[in-house]
């Protein structure tokens, strides 16, 4: 059996470099996930209903003579 914790695992300061930079990796990965789910949550944030008066279509340049 592994020196250790009681279920023979190293504790994590014993672990390699790989092992800590893959598991904050995965943690990063989490994260990133919920915020992009927070984000596409958010209603103040959706596109607006097409057809409404504010979204009506307007060219941004105009003949004078017209």
């Not at 800590?20 to 949550?41: D, E, P, T, Y």
């Amino acid at each position: 059996m592994a020196e250790g914790t009681a279920n023979g695992t190293l504790p994590y300061s014993a672990l390699p470099p790989e092992a800590v930079f893959a598991n904050s990796l995965g943690a990063l990965i989490v994260v990133f996930g919920l915020v992009v789910l927070r984000i596409l949550s958010n209603r103040s944030w959706e596109r607006p209903e097409p057809g409404g008066q504010d979204t009506a279509y307007r060219p941004l340049l105009q003949e004078e003579n017209e």
